[in-house]
């Protein structure tokens, strides 16, 4: 034995005996669930997951909500917070390669959208759909807003250009430009991906699919058929894959 393989079996016995020391887990479950659950706790839970599986880097065998990369943090919005969380339910394709009858995945990317002054939350089964749920929750009639031309895009700039902020400020109604509002722009091809962080008051730049359903279906027909129904869960406890 190796003095490398040694010391990688005495951390590997040390993280053993750690666990079985650690306290009984009363956080949140350690496996998918729907319920709700404030931001803290789900970022707890997966944390403590992942020390209790040191050697298994990979967030998706836990089932468990994680961070969304697009909103690594929580954002507060007047009197509504933001978080968005994912969990991936997909098959793993290592132990299933072919779908298979007595498979109990979900199935999908699935990403929960969390308002947690008033613990709150919308699960989808993609991440615009998820998104647009949280603005019908704190920014009832953001679907009636304008749809910025996507002529005035400026390619050259990183979100909106100057000519399209001054389109917005002058047809936005005022109490749509506060703080996390978001804006609706004209998208063409695929980039239809609403983008956090993009609106002149740091809210979401929305992909205009999301109002105009012609718009959704060139996008169905071009990417996969995607549900925006919320998910039905078929297991609120315990693990959804059955191995
Ligand atoms: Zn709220």
């Known amino acids: 034995m190796t003095d490398e393989q040694l010391a990688f079996d ?4 040390l993280h053993e005996a750690a666990v079985e020391d650690a306290p009984e887990w009363r956080g949140a479950p350690l496996h998918f669930t729907t319920a709700y659950l404030s931001p803290s706790d ?10 209790l599986h040191r050697l298994d880097g990979s967030r998706r065998d836990s089932r468990m909500w994680h961070r969304a990369i697009a909103v690594p943090g929580g954002v507060d919005v007047g009197e509504h ?4 969380f994912t ?10 390669p072919e779908p298979h009858a007595d498979c109990a995945c979900v199935g999908d990317l699935t990403y929960m959208a969390i ?5 709150w939350r919308v699960i989808a089964s993609d991440e615009n759909a998820a998104v647009e749920g949280w603005h019908d929750h704190a920014f009832p009639g953001w679907r009636d807003l304008p749809v910025v031309p996507a002529r005035l895009r400026n ?3 990183i979100g909106l250009s100057k000519a399209a902020r001054k389109w917005v400020e002058q047809r936005y109604p005022a109490s749509m430009q506060i703080v996390g509002a978001p804006v609706i722009t004209e998208r063409s091809g695929i980039g239809t991906r609403h983008v956090p962080g993009r609106s002149p008051w740091g809210g979401y730049d929305i992909s ?3 109002v105009e359903p012609s718009q959704a279906v060139i996008r169905r027909s071009r990417a996969r058929a995607v549900s925006v129904d919320p998910i039905r869960c078929r297991a609120d406890s315990g693990p959804v894959l059955r191995i």
């Open 115 to 119: 308002c947690e002054p008033h613990a």
């Open 42 to 51: 789900l970022d707890a839970a997966i944390a403590h997951w992942q020390s």
């Open 10 to 13: 005495i951390e590997g016995m």
């Open 87 to 96: 969990v991936d339910l997909r098959c793993d394709p290592w132990k299933h």
């Open 208 to 210: 205009n699919t999301a």
């Open 81 to 84: 917070g933001f978080d968005l």
């Open 155 to 157: 390619t050259d700039e």
